[in-house]
Every structure is written in structure tokens, then in C-alpha cells.
């Protein structure tokens, strides 16, 4: 047996962004902080960056322990574990986000599905011990997915998942809350420059000067840390990416991605290999990276298309690049090994 295990950390490997360059005459005050799973990178200016920067990792803190699932404490783990027993009481964050989850999960007919939690757990993907499960082991875990069970009560803030065993995993959209709320926070703090990175969850915030927006580039998916193979321009808006090479590991010779079809239980394999989304707001592009990556190419493209606040750059393994209309000014090919197709 042969197994190799790879974490590539996604604040390095989805999104390399190319603001900070040494020629620049912005000065920024920015501190790394681990939480999430990931590096959570962040840059402003202002006159009080120290303990702006302090709290706004508190607020990532906040978010990542009422919704990890793998903090025993957090609300998520207290709502999976009453599955098919009671409903539980949550914080109206955690209640919004797995709304908004459940409205995803719904617009893409299942293909993303925050209930994956079960497939998640068998195969292991991001922990010491990954591995590829049996058929019938995924059978009985498929059978615990459907986000139409899932019971959201207002009134109480409550949700319930009606069988046992049911799990819900918020990691397809948990960063892009904790960014829209520090973005939030800053800006209400009267930052009016600066980059939010957790983790590939880019939001920048402002121009990079009057004349000239921030520059993100994209992460070239078959390339080492830093190799990027194109620039996306932009300005108070959210870059986030799905791929096939943040987080996998390796049996036998053959790549298992954590990105999962929810009807087989394998890893997505529809010929894409990065999603990228720009919106105004992190949760809805980190959302929707999942879902458009799970949808394949034709489909995604077409949600894109249909869904007036988002964009997307779509890669393909024959290296192809598919741009929606809407963001084909703000993107600038940098490798040539790559080409837009019209």
C-alpha cells in the first residue's frame, strides 16, 4: 500500500495575492492567526491596526467554535450529535449559515449538500488517517445525506436533522461567514485598505490606490505554492477558489480530492480542477466555488450566468480557462501554458 497525505495550506496554495508586492508605497500592518483548519492572513491600514487585528481574529475564533465539526463543544457538533433525538438551539450565526447552506444545497439539486458530514467523516481526508472506503460502508453514509431533512424552526433558532447518524458540515461555507463578518468589521472601523485572506477566502477591501485596484492572482492547480496563472482585478469583493488540489491524498497512485459527488460518495471527477468565484460577499462566493465545481462545467457556467452577483474563472484539466461574462475585463492571462476560450 502506498499512501501519501497532502494539507497544502490554502492561504498559500488556492489564492496568491499579489498586492503586497515590494514596490508598493502602501504601508499595511498585518498578522498571521491559525484557525479554521487554515493560515488566516490579514492586512490593513489604519492608525489602529494592532487591535483591530486582535479582534478580528477573535471573531474568526468566535465562528470556528460554534462551527467546526471537530470542536466537540460547537454547536454543529451538539446538533449532529442530537440527529434523529431533538432539535437544538443555535446562535443566529450559526442558524443563517446553515440556512444559507440549505439554499445552496437546494438550488443545485443536491449535487452540494451540507449533510455530507457522513462521506466526510469515512473517507478522512485532513487527518492522519485517510482512506478510501468500502462500498458498502458509502452506501449507508449516502444514505445520510439529504439536506431535504434537515428542520430549520425560526421561531426557536433551532435545527434538526431527522435521522440518526445525520452529520452537517459547514466547510464549504464557514471561512466565507468569518470573512464577510471581519470584512464588516473593519470597514466599520473605518479601514479603508486592506486584505482578508483566510485561507484562500480572499475579500479585499478598497482600492489598492485611486488608481488602481488590489490584484489576486489565481493559483495555477498543477503548480508549487506561488505559481499563479492569472490576475484578477478588483475592489471590495471576494475572491474565493475550489479545487481539486487544496486538500487530498494519495492510494496506490490515484488522487482522492475532498470535494465529494454526493449521489457516489467519491471525489468529484468531472473534468475541473479549480473554481474560482468573485462576489461581494465571501459567504455566497465560497458557497457557490462548492456548488459550481460539483455542477461541472456546462452546468456551472450556467448557474453563473443566471445568478447576477457572482462571476467565475472556470479551469479544466485540458487547461482550458472559462470566463462568465461578466468578469472577462477583470481578468489578465499570465501563463501561456493556459488559454481562454471564448
Not at 31 to 38: E, I, K, N, V
Not at 57 to 85: C, L, P, Q
Not at 202 to 219: M, N
Request: net charge positive; proline share 3%.
Amino acid at each position: 500500500m502506498k499512501l501519501k497525505i497532502f494539507l497544502m495550506s490554502a492561504a498559500v496554495m488556492l489564492l496568491l495575492w499579489l498586492s503586497g508586492c515590494s514596490n508598493s508605497r502602501t504601508t499595511l500592518e498585518s498578522a498571521d492567526h491559525y484557525a479554521l483548519g487554515t493560515i488566516n492572513h490579514i492586512q490593513i491600514e489604519s492608525p489602529h491596526a494592532e487591535s483591530l487585528l486582535k479582534e478580528s481574529f477573535s471573531i474568526i475564533d468566535t465562528v470556528e467554535s460554534k462551527m467546526s465539526r471537530s470542536i466537540k463543544t460547537s454547536e454543529v457538533s451538539r446538533i449532529n450529535a442530537h440527529s434523529g433525538r431533538s432539535p437544538v438551539t443555535v446562535s443566529e450565526a450559526t442558524y443563517s449559515v446553515i440556512k444559507k447552506g440549505l439554499e445552496l444545497s437546494a438550488l443545485s439539486d443536491g449535487a452540494f449538500d451540507i449533510t455530507i458530514g457522513p462521506v466526510v467523516s469515512l473517507w478522512g481526508i485532513g487527518t492522519d488517517h485517510p482512506r478510501v472506503p468500502g462500498t458498502l460502508e458509502l452506501e449507508k453514509a449516502l444514505s445520510l445525506v439529504n439536506y431535504r431533512n434537515v428542520v430549520l424552526d425560526s421561531k426557536n433558532s433551532s435545527v434538526y436533522l431527522k435521522k440518526r447518524g445525520m452529520s452537517i458540515d459547514l466547510g464549504a461555507i464557514a471561512k466565507g461567514w468569518a470573512a464577510d463578518r471581519v470584512y464588516r468589521f473593519l470597514v466599520d472601523h473605518d479601514v479603508k485598505k486592506g486584505i482578508i485572506n483566510l485561507g484562500g477566502n480572499v475579500f479585499v477591501i478598497g482600492r489598492k490606490s485611486a488608481a488602481r485596484e488590489w490584484h489576486v492572482g489565481i493559483q495555477d492547480p498543477e503548480k508549487t505554492r506561488g505559481n499563479y496563472l492569472g490576475i484578477l482585478s478588483v475592489s471590495d469583493e471576494a475572491v474565493v477558489t475550489s479545487g481539486k488540489y487544496e486538500r487530498f491524498f494519495v492510494y496506490n497512485g490515484k488522487k482522492y480530492h475532498h470535494i465529494f459527488n454526493t449521489f457516489t460518495g467519491y471525489p468529484v471527477e468531472n473534468g475541473l480542477i479549480s473554481v474560482t468565484i468573485l462576489g461581494k460577499d465571501s459567504t455566497t462566493a465560497d458557497g457557490y466555488s462548492t456548488v459550481v465545481f460539483s455542477l461541472g462545467l456546462e452546468k456551472g457556467m450556467k448557474l453563473v450566468e443566471e445568478t447576477p452577483f457572482i462571476e467565475a474563472v472556470i479551469i479544466t484539466g485540458a487547461h482550458d480557462i472559462h470566463l462568465s461574462s461578466g468578469i472577462q475585463k477583470k481578468f489578465t492571462l499570465t501563463d501561456p501554458g493556459y488559454k481562454v476560450v471564448k
